[in-house]
């Protein structure tokens, strides 16, 4: 087994991904967190702000310095807001060095990005550079890591084994996608309030969340008519978890039994993804805490609609734990390590 130590550098640790991805590599048997980078020139010890890692970690941030990152890691990930990985990264992406970035900054064309982000896009040089990867989809031969957003790689793994084989009906694909409060981050607004979240439950960006471009853009990769959804997005009053209902027509009529065995085929060698026996949909519990994205489908003959409901983990599986999983393939490590985790369930 290849035992060599994978260095790696964290910037935006003091974030919500960040400090995931802290808590997820400290059990990842090859990985060393050799450097810590946020926007503070504060250089005490990560556990005097963060309790939660006394004893575990001996870490302080210090000055993000490109040249002494690529000296002294193997890879970094950005775990920032977005807008900042694309003011920061140049350097890296000239000298080949490896990067996995946890914001929307390099998923999207200049043009889409501006769109949908209403931020100054990277230069289209540089996104050129970076692979868009879906990690249960592993094919990159890019050194920039574009990690998919949240609600993406829900919706995404939900769609696929239809999209694969050309079996969406272009004008019917609704997704209705549920997100707990961590997705937003640890910036507090007036919607993020507790007394408006707690015991509440509201729509929001309806036809505007920047993940629907990302998803399209993935979509037409795989069937190439699609370009446009229909995808909603609203707030679940929990910490962490993301369901996604998805309702779709086909192009052809399929038993329900065949539906379900295209998305065993589509998953049977994908260690992260577990398709529920027929007829039985996954709840957010059962993947909470790990990097499992669990589906289900229940197909109505009457409307000739099909459900699917894809549940997700935001913080691991939507982003540092598929962030490692792209990390382990990268390296050539089997894609689990350091991530075989199951859910807290009571
Ligand atoms: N939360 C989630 O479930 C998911 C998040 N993402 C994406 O991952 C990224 C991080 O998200 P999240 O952790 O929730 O965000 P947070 O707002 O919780 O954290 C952002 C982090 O970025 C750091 N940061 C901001 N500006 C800079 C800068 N100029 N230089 C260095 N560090 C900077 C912050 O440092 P400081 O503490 O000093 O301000 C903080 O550590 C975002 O792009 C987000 O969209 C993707 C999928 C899911
Ligand atoms: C609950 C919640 O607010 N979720 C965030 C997820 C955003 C995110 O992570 O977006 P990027 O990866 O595109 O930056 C949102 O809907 O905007």
């Known amino acids: 087994m290849?035992?060599?130590?994978?260095?790696?550098?964290?910037?935006?640790?003091?974030?919500?991904?960040?400090?995931e991805l802290l808590r997820l590599l400290h059990n990842h048997p090859t990985v060393h967190v050799v450097?810590?980078?946020?926007?503070?020139?504060?250089?005490?010890?990560?556990?005097?702000?963060?309790?939660?890692?006394?004893?575990?970690?001996?870490?302080?941030?210090?000055?993000?310095?490109?040249?002494?990152?690529?000296?002294?890691?193997?890879?970094?990930?950005?775990?920032?807001?977005?807008?900042?990985?694309?003011?920061?990264?140049?350097?890296?992406?000239?000298?080949?060095?490896?990067?996995?970035?946890?914001?929307?900054?390099?998923?999207?064309?200049?043009?889409?990005?501006?769109?949908?982000?209403?931020?100054?896009?990277?230069?289209?040089?540089?996104?050129?550079?970076?692979?868009y990867s879906l990690a249960d989809f592993y094919q990159n031969d890019s050194h920039y890591i574009a990690n998919p957003g949240c609600y993406a790689t829900a919706t995404l793994l939900a769609l696929a084994p239809l999209a694969q084989q050309q079996?969406?009906?272009?004008?019917?694909?609704?997704?209705?996608?549920?997100?707990?409060?961590?997705?937003?981050?640890?910036?507090?607004?007036?919607?993020?309030?507790?007394?408006?979240?707690?015991?509440?439950?509201?729509?929001?960006?309806?036809?505007?969340?920047?993940?629907?471009?990302?998803?399209?853009?993935?979509?037409?990769?795989?069937?190439s008519n699609?370009?446009?959804?229909?995808?909603?997005?609203?707030?679940?009053?929990?910490?962490?978890?993301?369901?996604?209902?998805?309702?779709?027509?086909?192009?052809?009529?399929?038993?329900?039994d065949t539906l379900q065995k295209i998305f065993e085929d589509t998953y049977k060698n994908k260690p992260f993804v577990r398709v529920m026996p027929k007829d039985q949909l996954p709840d957010i519990k059962q993947v909470v805490g790990t990097n499992f994205a669990d589906i289900g489908l229940t197909y109505n003959p009457n409307t000739k609609y099909l459900t699917i409901v894809s549940v997700i983990d935001n913080m691991i599986k939507g982003a540092a734990g598929q962030a490692i999983q792209n990390m382990n393939h990268l390296f050539n490590l089997d894609e689990t390590t350091g991530l075989q985790l199951i859910a807290q369930y009571a």
Do not use: C
């Open 2 to 19: 290849n035992k060599k130590i994978i260095n790696v550098a964290i910037v935006g640790v003091t974030g919500y991904g960040g400090l």
């Open 35 to 131: 450097s810590i980078h946020n926007t503070s020139n504060d250089s005490e010890d990560i556990s005097v702000s963060y309790p939660h890692l006394q004893s575990m970690y001996k870490i302080a941030p210090t000055p993000f310095d490109p040249l002494h990152i690529m000296q002294s890691t193997d890879l970094v990930f950005f775990a920032t807001s977005s807008g900042v990985s694309k003011d920061l990264v140049q350097q890296f992406i000239e000298a080949n060095f490896p990067v996995i970035d946890l914001s929307g900054d390099f998923r999207l064309n200049a043009p889409d990005y501006e769109v949908w982000y209403k931020k100054t896009p990277a230069p289209q040089s540089l996104l050129d550079q970076a692979n």
């Open 167 to 223: 079996l969406l009906d272009q004008e019917n694909i609704v997704i209705d996608a549920k997100s707990g409060l961590s997705g937003a981050g640890k910036s507090l607004n007036l919607s993020s309030h507790f007394v408006n979240v707690n015991e509440n439950f509201s729509m929001y960006k309806p036809n505007h969340h920047q993940h629907i471009p990302e998803i399209t853009q993935q979509l037409k990769h795989w069937q």
């Open 226 to 256: 699609i370009d446009h959804i229909q995808f909603t997005t609203s707030l679940l009053p929990i910490n962490r978890g993301i369901f996604v209902s998805a309702y779709v027509k086909l192009t052809k009529q399929l038993s329900a």
